[in-house]
């Protein structure tokens, strides 16, 4: 039985995979997703660029073009924009439990596997699934991060090391510490507005490739500055 993500339809270059299984023999273009031999990728949609690192593990999340999660880190029930770059050791909404309820241990929703049950609690996975996290585009998540449960991080934010996330993170701000708070914005807010309106994360490859050097040699508000 496929997923709940296996509805959706693809954009060109996005990819779904039910239970990715990996296949040593399977020739693959650069642009494809890039998923490491030991990751779970399960009922996700994965675009063009991306790359999954080894024992990372993927439920239920939609990751844009571009984007990648490198070693030992968690996503589930999350849309991730483009261009994002999230460090090792990460967690993307890890399951809350049921804080209210006699019982805090899995056994009353993964019932099945305890044989304490004949179905596991649909309802309880539905509570996580509607507490979906949200992280724009070129969002950078350090290392050892936790993204809460119901956040929402705009587009050009950091997330610091070791930071956990439990409001939602404007667009181009950094934030630290536990709970994260935030730092400082990385732009004025002319250049956050300049950077929103080029949506640079929009280009298609062959513009990236072309606006390449000043990515390289221009700090944002001269790129904006060029580019509106
Ligand atoms: C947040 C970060 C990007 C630095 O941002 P910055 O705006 O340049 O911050 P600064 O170094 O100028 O520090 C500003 C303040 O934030 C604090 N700070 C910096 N990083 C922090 C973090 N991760 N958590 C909590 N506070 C942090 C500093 O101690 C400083 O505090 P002060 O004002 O009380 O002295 C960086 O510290 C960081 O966490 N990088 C992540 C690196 C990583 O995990 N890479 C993984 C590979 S992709």
């Given amino acids: 039985m496929s997923g709940l993500l296996a509805a959706r ?12 299984v990996h296949d040593p023999a399977a020739t693959r273009a650069p642009s ?14 994965l675009g ?12 239920e999340t939609e990751m844009g073009a571009y984007s990648y999660i490198v070693t030992d880190s968690s996503s ?31 056994f009353t929703y993964r019932s099945v596997s305890y044989e304490l049950g004949e179905a596991d ?9 509607d507490d979906h996290v949200h992280i724009g585009h070129d969002v950078w998540i350090g290392h050892g991060a936790t993204v809460l449960a119901g956040v929402s991080v705009g587009t050009g934010a950091v997330i610091g090391a070791g930071a956990v996330v439990s409001k939602d993170v404007a667009p181009f701000t950094i934030v630290g510490g536990v709970p ?12 956050q507005d300049g950077l929103l309106a080029l949506a640079w994360w929009d280009w298609p490859h062959e513009r990236l490739a072309e606006a ?16 509106s």
């Fill in 76 to 106: 589930a029930y999350a849309t991730i924009g483009k261009f994002c770059s999230i460090a090792r050791d990460t967690r993307i909404n890890p399951g809350n439990h049921p804080t209210w309820k006699a019982a805090l241990h899995h």
């Fill in 121 to 129: 609690d649909a309802d309880f996975f539905q509570w996580r699934r």
């Fill in 180 to 191: 994260s708070k935030p730092i400082r914005e990385r732009f004025p807010k002319a250049v």
């Fill in 48 to 59: 063009p660029w991306t790359r999954v690192g080894g024992r990372t593990s993927l439920m």
């Fill in 32 to 45: 494809q997703p890039a998923i490491a031999p030991e990751a779970h990728v399960r009922d996700c949609i």
């Fill in 212 to 227: 390449l050097p000043d990515f390289r040699a221009l700090d944002a508000d001269a790129f904006v500055a060029k580019y």
């Fill in 9 to 20: 339809a693809l954009p060109p270059g996005y990819e779904y995979f039910d239970h990715h």
